[in-house]
């Protein structure tokens, strides 16, 4: 059996890492960026941060920041409208996985304009040509965007998620500075984080899991395990932890898929504009029941990543109880909410949910084969 790992070209770490960007944009002979971002962190001066590098050094841009939570097919169209007005060569993706979705969807289309509907790049798309060049900025320490080669845009009209998966949408460079991610609230610290410890557990029980991938999953279960609490307090050494935690959890999972707590919260967002990281919070626990005994000894190391070193004695069960425990403690620990009714689901849209988690892309990586009926009661039992 063979296995493909793709990365980005070049990825910067570290606080100040920004200062990268400039040589990173002459070397490769850049010369005019659409910058893709949120009107919040305009506001909050966080693109001021960019902006004032290019300024210094005379790098031309332009600012699109018309991007909003679980990115539409028409903010795409918007976007790709002002980069051929522009006349930009290459993006800059600075926020979370919004605007880094948003990014990549653009850079796809500006070169493979035969996928202008948007819609047409769902699933796993053979694109004929790589996106313009992107230089990912994140602004959250949670999402990976900037080392995956996936996206998901939002279908209002049809009520759904759609997630995209394409090798020719991996940003060139990655600059992952923990002080770029300083302002995010303390909600959203907890949220985008438990959405990386998702990606890591997901990742190392999905059934395309490898050895290369495994270790890297149990790596940043480690790394978010003993630093989320922290940065959501507001430590700063924590919060390089966690940026470098999610990067290494994107390492691994764009390379082998994801599971159901991803096919169960995309549905979410779709249909409530839930956070995408809070709607895997609550979901992960119950999943993580659900799927342990088709998981053989992968809940033993997880709780061992997350410092639980009695369950390398433990019998298998129990270990997997602690591993269990261990998650919903961080969960609370955290502020994530407890149930899905609390972020606004309706329960008599659960069986469209569930039809909806079914047929996602994700929902055929989980370990344990999903069925509409028990999508159905992992909804009700969370409600």
Not at 223 to 237: S, T
Request: proline residues 5%; contains cysteine.
């Amino acid at each position: 059996m063979t296995h493909r790992m793709i990365l980005n070209e070049t990825a910067w770490f570290g606080a100040g890492a920004i200062q990268h960007l400039i040589e990173e944009v002459h070397k490769r002979q850049l010369y005019k960026a659409l910058l893709v971002t949120d009107e919040t962190l305009v506001a909050a001066g966080v693109v001021e941060r960019v902006t004032t590098l290019l300024d210094k050094y005379h790098l031309s841009y332009e600012i699109f920041d018309k991007v909003l939570p679980n990115p539409t097919i028409k903010m795409v169209q918007q976007g790709v409208a002002a980069c051929i007005q522009a006349e930009a060569d290459y993006l800059i993706a600075v926020g979370g996985g919004s605007p880094q979705d948003t990014c990549k969807a653009i850079g796809i289309i500006i070169n493979n304009p035969e996928y202008s509907d948007v819609r047409s790049l769902e699933g796993a798309v053979d694109t004929p040509y790589p996106c313009l060049p992107i230089i990912a900025i994140p602004t959250t320490a949670g999402t990976a965007a900037e080392v995956t080669i996936n996206y998901v845009i939002t279908d209002e009209e049809r009520r759904r998620k759609f997630v995209c998966v394409d090798p020719h949408d991996i940003p060139k460079v990655a600059i992952v500075d923990a002080e770029m991610m300083a302002s995010m609230p303390p909600a959203l610290k907890a949220a985008t984080g438990i959405d990386a410890l998702t990606h890591a557990i997901e990742g190392y029980i999905t059934r395309a899991a490898w050895a290369l991938t495994d270790a890297l999953h149990l790596k940043a279960i480690s790394l978010i395990g003993q630093a989320l609490r922290d940065a959501v307090a507001g430590d700063m050494a924590a919060m390089e932890q966690m940026a470098l935690g999610q990067y290494i959890a994107g390492m691994g999972f764009s390379n082998v898929g994801l599971g159901l707590v991803h096919g169960m919260a995309h549905p979410l967002g779709a249909f409530y504009g839930v956070p995408h990281g809070v709607a895997n919070a609550i979901l992960l626990p119950d999943i993580m029941v659900w799927n342990a005994d088709y998981t053989a000894e992968k809940y033993r190391d997880i709780a061992l990543a997350m410092g639980i070193d009695a369950a390398r004695q433990l019998p298998l069960a129990e270990a997997r109880q602690r591993a269990i425990d261990a998650v919903n403690q961080l969960c609370r620990d955290v502020g994530i909410p407890q149930r899905l009714r609390d972020v606004g689901m309706q329960e008599s849209d659960i069986p469209a949910l569930a039809h909806a988690a079914l047929e996602d892309v994700c929902t055929g990586g989980n370990p344990r084969e999903a069925t509409l009926e028990a999508i159905i009661d992992l909804y009700r039992q969370r409600f």
